[in-house]
């Protein structure tokens, strides 16, 4: 049922009096609210049900509670009922009204989705027509994009089988073409190719077949260019090899690349390795030459062979220049094959590889000495020549020994430096050799006119001219030796090695100085004198060798010589002294007495040969110099001091020896007591004899 839209108003009074009483009255307003309530509730049906009823009763009853308010109430229902009954058919017709219009719009929209409908159904049966009809077109189209699909993805691969494995033409031309210079470009190139023929060599590895095939073709395609970039670089380098021929040389990374190159291929590096060796074989020949007689640029440093008068500094500036040269061509040389410095000083030494032999690959350590041999083997004679000439000229053994030393040292530095098989090694060897030869040589001679003029001593028994002059050039000598450039290792080598390397220059130097003094000894008659030249010869050569430590063995020989002259002087002081003491006759008595008889029975030994004895020994302890004697006036100070007090305190001993027979009982000596005036401490007290 259609809800009503205005609900109906209730009469209100005119006078405020009953409007306030009507509002006051409870029935009244349960009346009100249900007038004003939706009639469609069925609690509302209910209250207005139940008032009829109520009103019939009263009408049939004649009574009311309040007889004329329910009356009213039930009339003033009444009419409302009425008038709620008609609006409510009013709002239904209304509402079937409208809803008839909406049935017939309804309608027309019905018929439209009807029409709709068949349309669509003609349109399915057309489409069903269709997809029977395009069926084969459809399948044979899906067929088609998977053939599609495939050839894109064979594609693919062609197209990354064909840039992996085939060079482009760009890279063609780099490898083959004069126009395109060595470079960068030829380097990529060429490690592509490289990296192809890897590749293949790893398809050859697979099942026999079509890939087979294919990387047999692309071994022989690639390496046919691959021997083109060879060829290239090959040519290149033999052109820039003939331009090394300046004295500043710099090597470009592409240079340096390569040689690097090259080193695979070891015959093509090998000719341009003799290329380049012989153009800096001529370079440093004609720099060489240059030096020795034009100078440098504007004539500094000034010719070499201006300084040929000085030997030292001639010889030392051909062997300079070359070191020179060879420490800035082993760089250069070191530069180009990209060996990295270390930190190693030129002319250390080097661990060469022995591979170059039989046909083995080389090193690029044996690379570069090779190519230093072959660099500095015009400069080998020529530098023979002068230096040959240069050591036969020289008279004095001083400077030859200099200059030999000098060679030495350049000598043990490029065998350092080349290896000892090297040509310019060879040639400092025989220039070494050479330059001893002469020094000994003048040595020989020196002993030869030591010996030819050969005189007594002097007087004063002193060590001769001659020897002190032979003395001041091996002082020389060692000097020389001691601070040798040879002895740049001095913290290594042991004074038994530098005694050994020194030994043929110290006998050859001394020995016939030695053999001179010995003919001028035997020229006195007397032993005394023999052995006091011969001490003061011996002190003079140990003075000589004694600040040099690699002479011990030397000084030990004369050491021992001297100590057997000092001890034959130190006997015959003693005999001398003996005599003036008046002891000797009773000592010799004593030591060649029989053992059973008594001493004092003997007539050479009696009391009264005692005692005058001992007063003639009184007499020497009175008079004695315990500090030296005249007689050792012509030996060295300390010498001459030693001997002399080795013979008092013999003569001490000699006396305690005396002193202990007398006491002793077996030699029945009567008062023995009073037979010696001194003990044998006041006897030692008195030769200034310590115990």
Known sequence: MATIESRPTLPTRSS???????????????????????????????????????????????????????KAALERGGGLRKEIDARMTQGSKEFLKAFSQVNDKLSMLQSHLDAMH???????????????????????????????????????????????????DAELRTLSSRDVSVGPELFAAMDKTERIRADCRALLSGEAGEGTKAGLDIMEYTAQHLEAGYQKIFKWCTFQARGFARDVLEVSTTVRTAIARLKSRPDLLSEVLTVLGTTRSTSILNLFLDALTRGGPNGLPRPIELH??????????????????????????????????????????????LRSRGGVEMSDEDRVKTLLDKDFEGCGRPLKIRVQQTVKSQESSIMAYRISTLIHFYQVTMERTIGPDALMSQVLSELMDHSYEVFFETLRAQGRSFLRFVQPPAAALSAPTQLRDALSILREIMSVYSSSLLDHE??????????????????????????????????????????????????????????????????????????????????????????????????????????????????????????????????????????????????????????????????????????????????????????????????????????
């Open 16 to 70: 405020s009096g009953n409007h306030a009483s009507s509002t006051r009255n409870p029935l009244n307003l349960k009346v009100h609210r249900l007038l004003t309530s939706n009639l469609e509730d069925a609690g509302t049906r209910a209250a207005l049900e139940t008032l009829g009823e109520l009103e019939h009763a009263e009408k049939d009853s004649g009574e009311g509670v309040q007889g004329g308010g329910i």
């Open 308 to 353: 040929a008068h000085d030997p030292i500094r001639y010889v030392g500036d051909m062997l300079a220049w070359i070191h020179q040269a060879m420490a800035g061509e082993r760089e250069f040389l070191e530069s180009l094959f990209g060996i990295k410095d270390e930190g190693r000083w030129v002319g250390s030494v080097h661990a060469y590889s």
């Open 118 to 168: 068949v349309c669509c159904d003609e349109v399915q049966s057309e489409l069903d027509k269709a997809n029977k009809g395009t069926r084969y077109l459809l399948e044979h189209a899906e067929g088609l994009r998977q053939q599609r699909s495939n050839v894109v993805v064979q594609q693919s691969l062609v197209h990354l089988f064909l840039t992996r494995f085939t060079l482009s």
């Open 490 to 691: 001095a913290s290594i080598a042991t004074p038994e090695k530098r005694q050994t390397e020194f030994k043929d220059v110290l006998d050859a130097a001394l020995d016939p100085a030695l053999q001179m003094c010995s003919a001028m000894a035997e020229m006195r008659p007397l032993s005394w004198d023999q052995a006091v030249f011969w001490v003061n010869c011996d002190e003079a050569v140990l003075a000589c060798l004694e600040p040099f430590d690699f002479t011990v063995e030397k000084r030990d020989q004369l050491q021992e010589n001297e100590a057997k002259h000092v001890e034959s002087l130190t006997a015959e002081h003693l005999g001398h002294l003996m005599k003036s003491t008046g002891l000797e006759s009773l000592l010799a008595t004593l030591r060649s007495k029989d053992g059973e008889t008594p001493l004092s029975h003997l007539d050479e030994a009696s009391a009264n040969v005692v005692i005058q004895s001992i007063t003639t020994f009184s007499n020497f302890l009175s008079t004695v110099d315990t500090l030296g004697s005249p007689r050792l006036s012509l030996l060295p100070p300390h010498l001459a001091s030693a001997i002399h007090s080795e013979a008092l305190a013999r003569i001490s001993r000699a006396y305690d020896e005396l002193y202990d027979a007398i006491l002793d009982e077996k030699n029945r000596y009567e008062g023995r007591h009073t037979l010696l005036r001194r003990s044998k401490e006041e006897v030692a007290t008195l030769l200034g004899v310590g115990f």
